[in-house]
């Protein structure tokens, strides 16, 4: 079984990526909201997958953190619930939102997740109620690693602890690299990105 990818995101579409391992594109499916956490193409990104296999397909989805993928395979379990409508809960809702959501009974939370008729909305606020309290809320795990170690991975590092998103880390601490060239240094790199990310 695949239980992470670690590769290029070469390609992005509105429900799927593509992310090449050693010359191998894997097709991952994913939500909206780990979609909008990968980097661009062609960026190096960590990916948790679910695997599932059928007669007549092997299909991967992917997550950007644990929490969310530990959601997917709880929602998968209540009946009407595929991988599809699944992927759409956690495009509409959070894992924080989706246990906000169950135990407050909210039904129209849940109806806003392409899919979910007030019919199903009731099934699983029934069915996950005992569930959801015990379920994680999410972690902040980025799937977003630095193009390489070193000073990049520590400035990287060091920006993300003082509380910005790794994302945006990444990509100034690239642009900063590309213009500073071989007269980069560790502590020009968190000055100067810290300029950049306050912008």
């Keep these: ?94 894992p924080r939102e989706l246990v906000a959501a169950i135990q407050a009974g909210d039904r129209g939370a849940l109806t806003k997740a392409s899919g979910v008729g007030l019919k199903l909305a009731v099934r699983l606020l029934t069915e996950l109620r005992e569930k959801a309290g015990a379920m994680p809320v999410g972690t902040g795990f980025s799937p977003v690693l630095p193009a390489s170690g070193g000073m990049e991975a520590d400035a990287v590092s060091a920006l993300v602890n003082l509380g910005y998103r ?20 560790l502590d020009g790199l968190i000055r100067d990105g810290l300029k950049e990310l306050a912008r």
Excluded at 11 to 36: F, I, K, P, Q, W
Excluded at 64 to 73: G, K, V
């Design 1 to 94: 079984m695949i239980a992470q990818l670690t590769g290029r995101v070469v390609a992005m579409e509105a429900d799927r990526c593509v992310v090449d391992v050693n010359g191998v594109g894997y097709l991952v499916h994913a939500s909206t909201r780990t979609l909008s956490a990968l980097p661009m193409p062609p960026s190096v990104a960590l990916v948790l997958c679910e695997m599932q296999v059928r007669e007549d397909a092997i299909t991967l989805y992917g997550f950007a953190e644990p929490a969310e993928r530990d959601w997917f395979r709880l929602l998968t379990t209540v009946q009407g619930v595929g991988a599809k409508v699944a992927l759409n809960i956690l495009s509409a809702l959070s």
């Design 166 to 185: 790794r994302p945006e880390v990444v990509a100034a601490v690239a642009k900063l690299l590309e213009r500073a060239g071989d007269g980069a240094t």
